[in-house]
């Protein structure tokens, strides 16, 4: 076993023999011929047989194989004990089953009275005679157990010739005598079995054959076998901790059929399973295989003369009732709606039936015997046909054409063609028998059902919206091109994935839609928030279950709504913007009149203390004071002062209302010409007092540079539309500025007048982060915005260059690089009719 592995073993065999001696003096020259012998070699594994190697090598392994495994098979009964103190050791132990041997044989021999054992004085023997006396110790008080291993073979011979009936032998083992004789294995079994007169049984599976009856059998191959796996595990790198000690297998019974013949033992009294060897071999056994191939060979040789009888017998009545068979045939395969016909290698017509005729336009009879190549309208078409059935007969093999396009003469046809071997059964002529099935009408279905489904598939692609089919399982079994678009996904690869793998915006409403496909519901979730490219989107999902096939599952629309529920927001806004408007003509008019009170009130003060009046005078006389001190003492207090900056704020306030109204007035939309100097300076009041503005960035920390051209004509526009545009820049541009957060200068928006040909351009300016080329591109886009969710609409610039471009037909650009800040250019045609 060893020798048999792939890997290269190299395997030296040291054979003691210690049966013949085992003495001390021996053992030391022994130990050291080794010693000499592998002074200069190295062993991976040493592997010891039998107790006396086991015991030698115990006490000798560290000198002569210091540190190598050790693996034992052979070892009768080894006590854990034996292994203290010897860790790389393991194996298998060989233990007879003497108790079960003893048992067999009561079992056998219900009247045996003395079971005589026969062994030696060899370590082994010794191990074994203890063991004997351990199991028999008390326990058969109607038989008397005697155990030889102190005799020569001689006197044991002697002894052996006395046995009476009701003795039985048990030999174990007998290699060496009293005197120190040495016997092989086979050897001591035959001499006592040639004197014995009674049976002899054994315990070693290596005495089997050699005179004795048989016994519970320990086996050497076994062991042998069992302790090759060991090795080649500790070989093969095994830690041996794994790999404790094995047990003895179970004895196998084991029994020599001629000696059982002789001591009249039968088969039926032995143990169920047992092997039995030297069993005689009848005649049928020795010729089985020849003996069953005449059996055979008769057999086929009657059924053939059996056949050949009955053949011969319903001849004259089979050859009878072929011809009603033909004309029968004829009958059936002119009824068949098929074209049935048989031809030769050379086309012409053996057999045809109605349809064929039909398809050509002919009768039978004028097709039979007929040449295809003459009767066929197409000769092309002919000739293929030909060249078909000739490749039919050549190779005897069947063909199978399952569409070809035939035409006649009035039309052409779809068929389906089988072209089988065919033998003529008057002449034996070999040809081929064709059957063609005219398949038009299913052909134009599958066209029409073909061109329905592309239709259908076209229809499903075309959709906008993102269509998905599932099964009741959530597997995706369609998927619409605009799916592939929005997710990546192909069509191929999407199918047979889960619906909820391939597209995760779906997992918010999981239970709401697996519920519908489960319980075969209409579900329609609305305005489904999900985040994607840091923006919040919306999607409508739809669920459709398919109801119609019994199968089950649904089909689910994705409608993505952001579009529509930022328009319904900003329609909700301009409702609430057009109500404050509605409402700024009573909130002017209720502010003016506080305002106009504070104006009046310090006109009134400042008239009460000016020396001008008769009245001032009189009374600062009547109180002992002077006006001349009473406005040095202002004066000193800055009480003047506090007066003029009251009158300033409301006289700005003022301003701002007014402003406030103009811009909220409703627009008709109608041009008229205007200063645009002074509309940006509105403008820029507007965006002072711009409260939301002022949360982001106070405008009065940003530099406001006007660079204004003098002269310029007035341009026609529409003030509150040209106001709004420029008010959504300046607040762009603040908000542009507060978001660069290490802005390396003073934040800063210039506002230029030019003059140019028939237009007036403005200009804005500010030096904050500017764009990159990407946003640039798509600044004037519809709902795109670079703000966070919530603080932009992305309206504000697609708003302004529709009101710049198509209501005052003007122009609207920008130029930006990164960190160089931004320009917007507005240019505005000079005339333009009011209409």
Known sequence: MLLSRQQAITLHHEYMDTKRIFTPSYQKLLSDYLSLKFKHMRYDLVIASDNNAFDFIRAKRDELF???????????????????????????????????????????????????????????????????????????????????????????????????????????????????????????????????????????????????????????????????????????????????????????????????????????????????????????????????????????????????????????????????????????????????????????????????????????????????????????????????????????????????????????????????????????????????????????????????????????????????????????????????????????????????????????????????????????????????????????????????????????????VTERVRIEEIMIQTEKMMTVGGMAAGMAHELNNPLGAILQGIQNVERRISPQLQANLKAAAENNITLEGISAYLKARRIDQMLEGIRESAIRASTIIRNMLDFSRKSESQLAPMDINALIDTVLNLAASDYDLKKLYDFKKIEIVKDYSKNLPQVPVTTTEVEQVLLNLLKNAAQAIAGWTDMPHLPCITLRTREERDFVRIEVQDNGPGLDPEVRKRVFEPFFTTKAPGVGTGLGLSVSYFIITQNHMGTFTVRSRPGQGAIFFIRLPKDRPSS
């Open 66 to 560: 210091p540190n190598t495994p050790v693996v034992f098979c052979g070892i009768n009964y080894l006590r854990s004990e034996d292994l203290d103190g010897f860790p790389l050791y393991t194996g298998i132990r060989e233990d007879a089953d003497l108790e079960g041997s003893i048992k067999l044989i009561r079992k056998i021999h219900p009247n045996v009275r003395r079971i005589v054992m026969i062994t030696d004085r060899t370590t082994t023997g010794q191990l074994m005679r203890a063991e004997a006396e351990r199991v028999t110790a008390n326990r058969y008080p109607d038989m008397d157990f005697v155990i030889w291993d102190s005799l020569n073979i001689r006197e044991l011979l002697s002894a052996i010739k006395e046995l009476k009936k009701g003795d039985i032998l048990l030999l174990t083992l007998f290699f060496r005598d009293s005197t120190g004789q040495f016997f092989e294995y086979d050897e001591a079994p035959r001499l006592i079995s040639a004197v014995s007169s009674v049976p002899v049984y054994g315990t070693w599976d290596f005495t089997l054959g050699h005179g004795i009856v048989g016994g519970n059998m320990t086996t050497s191959k076994a062991q042998g076998k069992t302790a090759a796996q060991l090795a080649l595990r500790i070989l093969s790198g095994e830690p041996m901790e794994n790999m404790p000690v094995v047990t003895t297998p179970p004895a196998i019974p084991m029994f020599d059929f001629e000696i059982m013949s002789r001591f009249k033992i039968k088969t039926s009294d032995l143990p169920e399973g047992s092997v039995v060897i030297n069993r005689p071999v009848s005649i049928y056994e020795q010729h089985k295989a020849r003996i069953i191939g005449l059996a055979i060979l008769l057999i086929f040789m009657m059924g053939i003369i059996i056949a050949l009888l009955i053949a011969v017998s319903r001849g004259k009545r089979i050859q009878g009732e072929l011809e009603k068979s033909e004309a029968g045939l004829r009958q059936i395969i002119d009824t068949i709606p098929h074209a049935i016909s048989a031809r030769d290698a050379e086309g012409r017509f053996l057999l045809v039936n109605k349809a064929v005729a039909k398809r050509l336009g002919t009768t039978v009879d004028e097709l039979t015997g007929k040449l295809l190549m003459d009767i066929h309208p197409v000769p092309a078409q002919a000739q293929k046909t030909l060249e078909s059935d000739r490749l039919v007969i050549t190779k005897g093999q069947s063909l199978f054409i399952p569409e070809e396009a035939r035409k006649l003469k009035d039309r052409t046809i779809w068929t389906q063609t089988t072209k089988l071997p065919y033998v003529a059964s008057r002449t034996g002529e070999h040809a081929v028998l064709c059957v063609s099935m005219d398949i038009t009408d299913r052909k134009l279905a599958e066209d029409y059902l073909q061109h329905s489904q592309r239709f259908i598939q076209d229809l499903i692609d075309s959709q906008p919206s993102l269509v998905v089919g599932v099964d009741p399982a959530c597997k995706v079994l369609h998927w619409n091109r605009q799916a592939e678009m929005e997710t990546g996904i192909a069509a191929d690869k999407a199918q047979g994935m889960d619906l909820f793998d391939v597209l995760p915006i779906l997992n918010i409403s999981r239970e709401d839609i697996t519920k519908a496909i489960v319980e075969q519901k209409n579900y329609q979730g609305s305005k489904i928030p999900f985040q994607s490219d840091k923006q919040i989107r919306y999607e409508d999902i739809t669920v459709s279950p398919l109801l119609t096939d019994g199968r089950g599952g649904a089909v689910i629309r994705i409608d993505d």
